[in-house]
């Protein structure tokens, strides 16, 4: 037996005794959130720090925002907080020569097997 209440134009179910029995005690396990974790607690304002560095970097160096959307900046990010302190950056000359170097020889290969295809 289903009993509606009327809300102005709404209507709403409202469950019967025999459904609130067993639906109380499981919805205790069905959350939707997750646990706060000790580091979100106690790091807000290392994160938060961050996070301003990490837009600073965005602004000075007019780095569209989209950026951010990326599964490259999500890994490299994933992959700095991996490594830990201490990280010494790529150096220009890195960046400019050997990884560019390294990503074309990537590119071309890729570019290699799709033409034999």
């Known amino acids: 037996m289903e009993s509606y209440v009327s809300d102005s134009e709404n ?3 409202r469950p019967s005794q025999e459904e609130n029995v067993g639906g109380e005690s499981s ?3 069905k959350r939707r959130g997750s646990q706060t974790t000790i580091n979100s607690i106690f790091k807000k304002s290392e ?3 961050t996070c301003q560095q990490i837009s600073l970097f965005f602004y000075n160096n007019a780095i569209p925002f989209n950026v951010a959307r990326s599964e490259e900046f ?3 990010v994933e992959m700095i907080s991996k490594h830990g302190p201490g990280i010494k950056p790529p150096s ?3 960046i400019r020569v050997k990884y560019l170097k390294q990503q ?3 590119t071309n290969q890729i570019l290699e097997e799709h033409r034999l295809c």
Request: glycine share 0%.
């Open 104 to 106: 074309i020889e990537k």
């Open 27 to 29: 919805s205790i396990f």
């Open 47 to 49: 994160r938060e720090d």
């Open 11 to 13: 209507f709403r179910k």
């Open 74 to 76: 999500t890994k490299m």
């Open 92 to 94: 220009y000359h890195e």
